[in-house]
């Protein structure tokens, strides 16, 4: 019997069990791609030659992303050895495997412009979360900002996507996020949170209508104290002072 936990065991070929797609594809590069660029680009230092960490790369598809724009100074890390191998198989040679609860550890390690944490803090015990963040942000130069993005449990879809993967441990709501962010010694007025609207695609776009229009009607009745953000997740600018 495996003495691994039944996170432990999906994480070790975490792409096998979650079939995500990944940007060896063509048509899956184009389209991830044009999310990236929607969603990402307002955010992206002008600076080619800035420092930036992918921490929980997963499959590489930013940092192939922030490559192909011209960015030569990336580095990245995962837990899943399989991930870890896809990466490496798309050029990115430099993805370690590791854990990023032991991020201060990451060999190679140094002072960063940005960090993204794409999709990784709800995978984290809530427990360590601060303290992750707090690591991420001792990290970063002054002025240099973390990028988050997680789930949104003020949306609608909330429910669905906290407990379609079973690697998932807590999700934030726009309010609770900020409170997560300011334990981790973030400044209020260096933290910015927005909805990921990511559609790439007519139809894409007519489903974001509808999800505004639905999210309105389902908290109608609800307060001043009601979600503002629809989409199902939150992506999150963070600041060092």
């Known amino acids: 019997m495996s003495q691994l936990s039944t996170c432990q065991q999906i994480?070790?070929?975490?792409?096998?069990?979650?079939g995500r797609p990944t940007v060896q594809d063509e048509k899956v590069r184009s389209v991830t791609f044009k999310s990236f660029e929607r969603v990402l680009r307002p955010w992206l230092p002008p600076n080619r030659a800035a420092n930036i960490l992918d921490v929980a790369c997963g499959e590489g598809s930013l940092l192939v992303f922030l490559r192909?724009?011209?960015?030569?100074?990336?580095?990245?890390?995962?837990?899943?050895p399989e991930n870890v191998a896809i990466c490496h198989?798309?050029?990115?040679?430099?993805?370690?495997?590791?854990?990023?609860?032991?991020?201060?550890?990451?060999?190679?390690?140094?002072?960063?412009?940005?960090i993204f944490a794409m999709d990784i803090v709800e995978h984290l015990p809530k427990a360590g979360v601060g303290s992750f963040l707090t690591n991420v942000r001792q990290l970063l130069r002054p002025g240099g900002y973390v990028i988050i993005q997680t789930l949104n449990m003020g949306s609608v879809l909330a429910c669905?996507?906290?407990?379609?993967?079973?690697?998932?441990e807590f999700?934030?709501?726009?309010?609770?996020a900020v409170s997560?962010?300011?334990?981790?010694?973030?400044?209020r007025e260096g933290i910015e949170i927005r909805p990921v609207w990511n559609a790439t695609t007519?139809?894409?776009?007519?489903?974001?209508?509808?999800?505004?229009?639905?999210?309105?009607?389902?908290?109608l009745t609800a307060d001043t104290y009601r979600p503002r953000i629809s989409t199902k997740n939150l992506i999150m600018r963070a600041v060092a002072s």
Do not use: M, W
Request: aromatic share 12%; charged share 25%.
């Open 160 to 168: 669905y996507h906290r407990y379609n993967d079973l690697t998932h």
């Open 202 to 219: 007519v139809l894409g776009r007519l489903r974001e209508v509808y999800l505004r229009l639905l999210h309105r009607s389902v908290f």
């Open 171 to 176: 999700g934030v709501t726009e309010k609770s």
């Open 11 to 18: 994480l070790e070929r975490y792409n096998t069990y979650s």
């Open 68 to 80: 192909e724009l011209g960015y030569r100074n990336i580095s990245g890390c995962d837990i899943s």
């Open 89 to 114: 198989q798309l050029g990115l040679t430099f993805v370690q495997q590791f854990d990023a609860l032991r991020l201060l550890e990451l060999p190679g390690v140094r002072q960063y412009d940005v």
């Open 180 to 187: 997560l962010l300011l334990v981790a010694g973030y400044e």
